[in-house]
């Protein structure tokens, strides 16, 4: 059915289900039914057109103009801002926020009544795309459900290799009552607890420790001699910083998260934007280049343009080429925006088998089954302190006790801890509600997996 050329507002003499189809292939969904055109807000006309013409930020911010300025609307309209927001934020990545708005639908629109309740179908139509209804907590499945293997992953029985079995189960108990995709433990390079929840899908996003693997990509092409140093200008890959305060910054700047851009919230956030490279070049700086330290997810991205420039081809084929490939990480991408932009920052697409694997290449120092992936040096520099202001961070690693670790959302989470010879992979890809922690009943756990 095509998309009609004419704002869906002046429809006339359509069958509601009929109009509901219509919206449905048009991207969209709205609230009018036959009859109903004069009490269509135009406002919310604009969030339909923005959305069906792929304006997604747009669309977002329009609606969440109409919401903020539209407590005394009627509650129809209100459900329908609320859709077209969570659509578009569905369309950006934003799942955290899209959560968000799909309780505030849940809350204001349970009792639509039944000419409307298409709405509420169309909006169910998000929900897999945002997350899974797991009102409990979910069974653990011995094995994955699906692993493609390299015969480098063995098992083992955890009483026989003298671990705390006790605690080993705490650590699953935890994983299922947080809400945890996956959970993998591997002791002296043999995986030891392995656990899928019934909503796993393959492959997950590894959030914000993608940032830690991008630190490693950095190390490697000063290994490969296409960066000189982390000291270089970052102007010498982006002609753009090479002005003013920012031609000061460094990729090591970058690196330890002191380049004087700040930590952007909401909005103004990096992901808000499809086009992400242009953005984050464009962002200007909020403090001297080392005067202080701000997880700033738009340096990180920054990173993306210096390593395409750097290795003479897409940030993407250099990951795979250079590191995951020589891993057998054969399930692992950087994800992409819209214009085709390496995500650095984030969202890197692998398995936790896979993920683990990268715990192995820091456990050895850079050594993967005999060849030497990563300079040693590297290793040891990105997972010690960087700088004074942050004494817990490293090289977009961070400092855990007795171990280091790459950090995400939801507790997306690699440790390394290499005294012990452990390491964990913790994914997840929706959030509870509220969402439980995770981290510090963790790190008391594995202090205890090899306390004998």
């Known amino acids: ?110 009792n639509l009544p039944q000419h409307l309740r298409w709405i509420t179908a169309e909006t169910d139509k998000l929900r897999p795309q945002l997350y899974s209804v797991r009102p409990e907590p979910f069974p653990p499945r011995p094995q994955p459900p699906v692993v493609r293997e390299d015969n480098f992953w063995q098992t083992a029985d955890p009483a026989t290799l003298g671990l705390n079995v006790d605690a080993l189960k705490r650590h699953a108990t935890l994983c299922l009552r947080t809400g945890a995709d996956a959970c993998l433990v591997v002791y002296k390079g043999r995986i030891v607890q392995e656990l899928y929840g019934r909503g796993y899908t393959s492959p997950l996003m590894a959030m914000s420790s993608t940032k830690s693997v991008t630190g490693l990509l950095v190390g490697a092409l000063i290994d490969d001699g296409k960066i000189k140093s982390a000291d ?102 950087l994800h992409l925006d819209e214009k085709g932009h390496a995500w650095t920052y984030a969202a890197m697409e692998t398995t936790p088998r ?29 997972t010690k302190p960087s700088q004074k202001l942050n004494p817990n961070y490293g090289l977009l690693w961070w400092l855990i006790p007795s171990g280091y670790a790459a950090l995400g959302n939801l507790d997306t989470n690699l440790y390394v801890f290499p005294a012990q010879e452990l390491i964990v992979a913790r994914m997840q890809s929706k959030p509870l509600d509220p969402q439980p922690p995770y981290h510090e009943e963790a790190l008391a756990i594995f202090k205890q997996l090899t306390a004998r």
């Open 232 to 333: 270089e200008p970052v102007c010498n890959y982006v002609g753009e910083w090479c002005e003013g305060l920012k031609g000061r910054v460094t990729l090591r700047h970058l690196l330890t998260m002191t380049s004087g851009l700040p930590r952007l919230e909401g909005r103004q956030s990096v992901g808000f934007v499809g086009d992400k490279n242009p953005y984050v070049i464009g962002q200007p700086l909020a403090a001297e280049p080392g005067s202080a330290w701000a997880y700033s997810n738009e340096g990180v991205q920054l990173l993306s343009p210096v390593i395409d420039r750097a290795a003479g081809e897409p940030a993407e084929d250099y990951a795979r080429r250079r590191l995951f490939e020589p891993l057998g990480m054969n399930a692992t991408r």
């Open 354 to 382: 896979d993920f683990a694997r990268l715990g192995v290449l820091m456990l050895d120092g850079g050594v993967w089954r005999g060849r030497r992936v990563l300079s040693e040096s590297w290793v040891a520099e990105s």
């Open 1 to 110: 059915m095509p998309c009609p050329r004419t704002p869906i507002s002046t429809a006339r003499n359509v069958r509601a289900a009929a109009l509901a189809a219509l919206l449905s292939a048009c991207g969209a969904a709205a609230w009018l039914t036959p009859g109903a055109a004069a009490r269509q807000d135009p406002t919310l006309t604009k969030v339909l057109e923005l959305n069906r013409s792929g304006k997604w930020d747009e669309a977002a911010r329009v609606a969440e103009g109409f919401l903020a300025a539209g407590a005394r609307k009627p509650v129809a309209q209100r459900c329908e801002a609320l859709h077209g927001l969570a659509y578009a934020q569905t369309r950006l990545g934003m799942t955290a926020e899209g959560v968000g708005t799909l309780a505030s639908f849940d809350r204001e629109c349970r």
